[in-house]
């Protein structure tokens, strides 16, 4: 299995060459557009945060303590000292260059996003079908607010959730599935909720590759900044308000929402509704995948994870594009998921959050309406597992 080309009919290697040239020119403009939209001389503060923290690695200085050697910045680094190693080419390029590969590989991961998730929904198209209309998908999905906020922040997401669609859809030989569940969370930590996935789905095999590469990024962390990695595992990973005030509208998680409600109290209400949300979800995505909608589970464990994590903001939601598709794709087979699909794709492109009252505190003023604006993320994705776990058990 290849990633752009599905079993091919005979005869249509033709249509596919024919095709190339203008599909190949479609996606430079798509990716000229991506760099005028967020230029080099956009901000991208996360991009900033990255490249500082592989130049003090290059210096031998402390990558957690950049935003103090780097003022300017105002945010601390906050991933795996493996992170910082991975990010060591942004530093060399420099700060125009820099933006400039970050903007490319962004458009490009929301492109193979979308031909992965069409493919994922509709086999049977051909190779040029799936990469016109896939290409397409994609990048359309610059119009989700994630996506949007996810170039102009300079983050990573787009690309570590390619990498998390390639491994778990089985675009790997045998042997290497897993491996980039376990990069991806070493570089991030958030993604491993796919590796509990990989367990309550019976995947025990591609669980301990994902596991041992996960343990392969610590080391090699460790090897090359040991004090950070010690600092890190031992001190910071239990700081989950380090990367942000947990009651900020961008925190979309399950923690902020019950933040924002009780004005910063309420822990045990955080912790008993993240273990009821993990229960459901995972179980529903384990209900899915046993009933062989391999696409659908994956999707119902990214919206599980974005619900228990302690902090996901609005630009880790870029698992709204492939949820879309897959919702989008089955609409005509019920009406709930017609309607769901609707209100997925609206709360995404327009960011509803970003339209509730925010800053000097003021998600602690939400009523009424306002209450679904600043949480609106997490409600879509409760319905949507809500929805799957509801026509799972009917089936």
Not at 4 to 30: C, N, T, Y
């Amino acid at each position: 299995m290849t990633l752009l080309s599905p079993s091919r009919p005979p005869g249509r290697s033709s249509v596919g060459r024919s095709m190339a040239w203008p599909i190949g020119l479609a996606v430079a403009g798509f990716l000229g557009v991506c760099v005028l939209l967020w230029p080099p001389t956009s901000l991208q503060f996360d991009l900033r945060v990255y490249a500082a923290a592989a130049g003090d690695f290059l210096d031998g200085a402390s990558i957690y303590e950049a935003h103090l050697a780097h003022p300017e910045i105002g945010m601390a680094f906050t991933y795996p000292p493996f992170a910082a190693i991975l990010f060591v080419p942004l530093a060399l390029a420099g700060t125009g260059a820099g933006r400039i590969i970050t903007v490319l590989v962004c458009g490009l991961s929301t492109l193979a996003i979308g031909l992965v998730s069409l493919r994922a929904v509709r086999p049977e198209l051909t190779i040029a079908r799936l990469r016109v209309l896939g290409l397409a998908i994609g990048a359309a999905g610059i119009a989700f607010e994630p996506i949007r906020s996810t170039f102009g922040y300079g983050q990573i997401n787009l690309l570590l959730t390619l990498m998390l669609l390639v491994d778990l859809l089985g675009y790997l030989p045998p042997r290497y599935r897993g491996v980039l569940v376990g990069i991806a969370t070493g570089i991030k930590l958030t993604p491993g909720i796919f590796l509990i996935f990989l367990l309550v789905t019976r995947r025990y095999r591609e669980a301990a590759t994902a596991a041992v590469a996960t343990v392969a990024t610590m080391l090699i962390g460790f090897i090359a900044m040991p004090s950070d990695s010690i600092k890190f595992w031992g001190q910071l990973i239990f700081d989950p308000g380090r990367p942000g005030a947990k009651h900020f509208i961008s925190n979309q998680s399950l923690r902020g929402v019950v933040a924002r409600i009780t004005e910063g109290s309420g822990g045990a209400l955080w912790v008993l509704s993240t273990l009821v949300a993990a229960i459901v979800g995972l179980y529903a995505a384990r209900r899915a995948h046993d009933a062989g909608e391999r696409f659908e589970a994956i999707l119902l464990a990214a919206a599980t994870g974005l619900l228990v994590s302690p902090i996901s903001w609005t630009g880790h939601w870029v698992w709204a594009l492939p949820i879309c598709v897959l919702l989008w794709s089955r609409a005509r087979a019920k009406p709930v998921i017609a309607v769901l699909a609707a209100v997925w794709t609206i709360t995404t492109t327009l960011g509803l959050p970003w339209f509730a009252p925010y800053f000097g505190d003021r998600e602690y003023t939400h009523q009424g309406f306002d209450l679904f604006l600043g949480n609106a993320y997490p409600i879509v994705a409760i319905a949507f597992i809500a929805t799957a776990f509801a026509i799972r058990r009917r089936s």
